[in-house]
């Protein structure tokens, strides 16, 4: 569990962040929503630590992130899963050499146990026969799941996702959604997942931070949206007339149940 208490961050003399507080769930897709310059990165930063909150606590199972040693901290990092917006694989090493990197990085194991490692996560990801292509070789969703296979591939207690949605189509975004989803129930993880996909939010939202010019707006889970009481918060998410129409039928069906 990650638990953000009263952090603030301001940079050249306007606030970001507004004394935020929130907790994140082990064993949970626990999404950070929100619109461009509310906050959403700053605070996904600040929880992994690139970015230094000018107040509050970020706390890691109880062990405040900011009070940590330089080697607790690298301890801490090799618990960490990443899987950034671009993908951001190296494109001069094979598929399978950029799932094992951070085995390199953080492991003492052997050529073959990081081999054997690597391939165990791409078949995960249901990704096999790609193992000596490159990058630019293989597709967009295909580099997605790379990138998923390397952040699993130190078996992270903590998974971070940067927009994992962007750039890919419609039915590709469904299945990494599912995988995401699938991967963090089945390690345990307490997974963060940082987006403006609203149906990544309504599929697999199950404990949802909405931040709103900074402030922590709402939370609450997919279905905990359609009844909603936030002006902010339907304005952002049934901005489209698709998802007007869904939240009407939800809340005249629940009416005519209660009824």
């Given amino acids: 569990m990650i638990e953000v208490r009263n952090v603030t961050k301001s940079f050249d003399g306007k606030t970001i962040l507004h004394d935020v507080s929130a907790d994140f769930y082990t064993g949970k897709t626990n999404l950070i929503i929100g619109q ?11 929880i992994v630590g690139l970015i230094v909150p000018d107040t509050g606590q970020i706390l890691y199972d109880g062990k405040d992130l900011l009070a940590l040693s330089q080697g607790e901290i690298r301890l801490l990092r090799s618990e960490i899963g990443m899987l950034f917006q671009g993908s951001a694989l190296f494109d001069s090493l094979t598929v399978i050499e950029n ?26 990801v249901n990704l096999t026969g790609a193992n000596n292509l490159y990058p630019s070789e293989i597709s967009g969703g295909m580099q997605k799941r790379v990138a998923i296979a390397r952040a699993i591939a130190l078996n992270p207690k903590y998974l971070f996702c940067d927009e994992p949605n962007s750039g890919l189509d ?19 993880m307490t ?23 900074g402030h922590k707006e709402w939370v609450g889970t997919k279905e905990d949206i359609f009844t909603s009481q936030s002006q902010a918060l ?3 998410v049934f901005a489209s007339d698709l998802f007007k129409e869904v939240r009407e039928y939800v809340v005249t069906n629940k009416q005519g149940h209660l009824s």
């Fill in 36 to 46: 461009s310059g509310s906050g959403k990165t700053v605070l996904m930063k600040s």
């Fill in 99 to 124: 799932v094992m990197f951070p085995l390199m990085m953080f492991t003492r194991q052997t050529l073959k146990e990081r081999m054997k490692r690597a391939e165990f996560c791409l078949d995960r």
């Fill in 170 to 188: 419609p039915k590709t975004s469904l299945l990494i959604d599912e995988l995401v989803s699938d991967i963090t129930k089945e390690y345990n």
């Fill in 191 to 213: 997974t963060i997942i940082n987006t403006h996909d609203m149906n990544s939010v309504m599929g697999i939202g199950e404990n949802i931070i909405f931040l709103n010019k």
């Fill in 234 to 236: 339907n304005d952002f």
